[in-house]
T-cell receptor
Framework: EAGVVQSPRYKIIEKKQPVAFWCNPI?????LYWYRQNLGQGPELLIR????????DSQLPKDRFSAERLKGVDSTLKIQPAELGDSAVYLC????????????????????FGPGTRLTVL | SQQGEEDPQALSIQEGENATMNCSYK?????LQWYRQNSGRGLVHLIL?????REKHSGRLRVTLDTSKKSSSLLITASRAADTASYFC?????????????FGGGTRVLVKP
């Protein structure tokens, strides 16, 4: 089974330029997450989708960040314009969430992560 | 914002020794998960412990949870060079349409052959 696919793996841009990251989740996973991971820190959630609906975007800096998941499958995260402080690894994760499953089954809670995109803003 | 704080931030041990790392958190949780991240790669789920559990084992991994102290520990027994990685705890809150993970800062473990 293929894992979460992200591209590109690395991106170097100059500040004020736009950049986009792409994520293809595991087939059948209805929930998709974008995280940002700064050097030496743990990932921080940016946005969470259930199918095509963004159900939690409270931590997404909406002045410059946008995301979409038009058909409820793959997703794109965009930054425009990029700033020096946006240098980080952007991780995509997916999981299968079924309404009413409750507390049964650990696999419901496990998130599967892609390898990430390392962004360097110069 | 980071929910958990992990201790120590870095750990260096010899192959065959045990590695113990701790995680403290601040708010109520449904579960607590541990993930591993090898250099330059994404995170891999290791183990989940529910809020009503005190201890859980999976292979060479042992996780404890003390909800009264809001803390958890991860023990890796008989470590191997391949265990070299960063380990993150993540508090897990079940909410509408999914669960929300909030990660700690991680413990960087180096296992020397």
């Amino acid at each position: 089974e293929a894992g979460v696919v992200q591209s590109p793996r690395y991106k170097i841009i100059e500040k004020k330029q736009p950049v986009a990251f792409w994520c293809n989740p595991i087939s059948g996973h209805n929930t998709l997450y974008w995280y940002r991971q700064n050097l030496g820190q743990g990932p921080e959630l940016l946005i969470r989708y259930e199918n095509e609906e963004a159900v939690d975007d409270s931590q997404l800096p909406k002045d410059r960040f946008s995301a979409e998941r038009l058909k409820g499958v793959d997703s794109t995260l965009k930054i425009q314009p990029a700033e020096l402080g946006d240098s980080a690894v952007y991780l995509c994760a997916s999981s299968f969430w079924k309404q009413g499953v409750g507390t049964s089954g650990e696999k419901v809670y496990e998130q599967f992560f892609g390898p990430g995109t390392r962004l360097t803003v110069l | 914002s980071q929910q958990g704080e992990e201790d120590p931030q870095a750990l260096s041990i010899q192959e065959g020794e045990n590695a113990t790392m701790n995680c403290s958190y601040k708010t109520s949780i449904n579960n607590l998960q541990w993930y591993r991240q090898n250099s330059g790669r994404g995170l891999v789920h290791l183990i989940l412990i529910r809020s009503n559990e005190r201890e859980k084992h999976s292979g060479r991994l042992r996780v404890t949870l003390d909800t009264s102290k809001k803390s958890s520990s991860l023990l890796i027994t008989a470590s191997r060079a391949a265990d070299t990685a960063s380990y993150f705890c993540a508090t897990d809150l079940v909410i509408a349409a999914g669960n929300k993970l909030t990660f700690g800062g991680g413990t960087r473990v180096l296992v020397k052959p």
